[in-house]
């Protein structure tokens, strides 16, 4: 049975927690996974607003998950003091945190088909004007993160809160990577987030940084693949989504000609 990644050593850059699946369908296909997170999540320092929005959490119309993070680390502790309200609506950017949100019970959630980001979620019509104005929006989301889905909220008359229920952190040691390109042992970089790929950067040295510029990287989405193109990066693979797309790339990847 042919393995188009054997002994390919790959970098799993999800969170740890977050890494087994994609480093078993690398592992399936003869390839070498290193799981090394460019972001580790924790529980939120602050749990008060978390204690606040479950609450006050009949008084939304709509509760948005940023994602499957946000729906771990807030979905147990407000169904361990109450049952979800039956007059709100959830939403998800993504369809892993769809799927999490059907185990904890909560069916049939807004989410975009195609793409996964905030711009996506905000093209349905449930999120349009004369649907959301005059009605309270509550986002679940990480420490820190872009503004933009909040903002066009309120731009379309919604009264949006954030709750941070996770915190989000970068590594601090970058040796285990420069020390398997210094021994040409690194094939390839998984990077599924944007500020996992600043944090990569913002890790490395000169030389380090150098060496990811001619790395095969295969990124799943189109944001991440253009600041991949702003830090200079030349092997950027754009995939299909989530760990299914990610793994079809890296299989379809002509390693014989890298």
């Known amino acids: 049975m042919s393995q188009p990644l054997q002994g390919k050593t790959i970098v799993v ?31 939120a320092d602050d749990p008060a607003p978390l204690r606040a929005a479950i609450t006050h959490l ?3 119309s709509l509760a948005i998950f ?3 993070n946000a729906v771990d680390f807030s979905l ?7 049952v979800w309200p039956s007059g709100l609506q959830a939403a998800a950017i993504g369809q892993s945190s769809v799927a999490l949100l059907a185990g904890y019970g909560i069916e049939r959630p807004i989410a975009p088909p195609d793409r996964f980001d905030s711009e996506a979620l905000l093209e349905l019509p449930e999120l349009q004007t004369g649907r959301v104005s005059g009605q309270r929006v509550v986002i679940f989301r990480g420490n820190g ?43 390839a970089l998984t990077v599924s987030s944007s500020e996992g790929l600043r944090n990569l950067v913002d890790l490395l040295d000169a030389d380090g940084r150098e060496r990811l510029r001619t790395t095969p990287v295969f990124v799943p989405h189109e944001r991440i693949a253009e600041v991949a193109a702003s830090f200079g990066l030349q092997q950027v693979t754009l995939t299909g989504p989530a760990d299914p797309g990610i793994i079809a790339g890296l299989c379809a990847y002509p390693w014989a000609r890298s």
């Not at 927690?17 to 090394?36: D, E, N, R, T, Y």
């Not at 147990?76 to 109450?82: Q, T």
């Not at 915190?167 to 042992?185: F, K, V, Y």
């Open 13 to 43: 850059t999800r969170p740890r927690a977050q890494s087994a699946k994609l480093s078993g369908l690398i592992a399936a296909q003869g390839g070498v996974p290193m799981v090394f997170p460019l972001l580790e999540i924790s529980v």
């Open 58 to 60: 009949e008084q939304y």
């Open 66 to 68: 940023i994602s499957p």
């Open 76 to 82: 147990p502790a407000i169904l361990a003091a109450r």
């Open 145 to 187: 993160g872009r503004e933009f889905l909040a903002d066009t909220l309120r731009e379309r008359g919604a009264q949006v809160d954030y709750v941070t229920c996770y915190q989000r952190s970068a590594p601090t040691d970058g040796e285990p990577l420069n020390a398997l390109w210094r021994n040409h042992q690194l094939d």
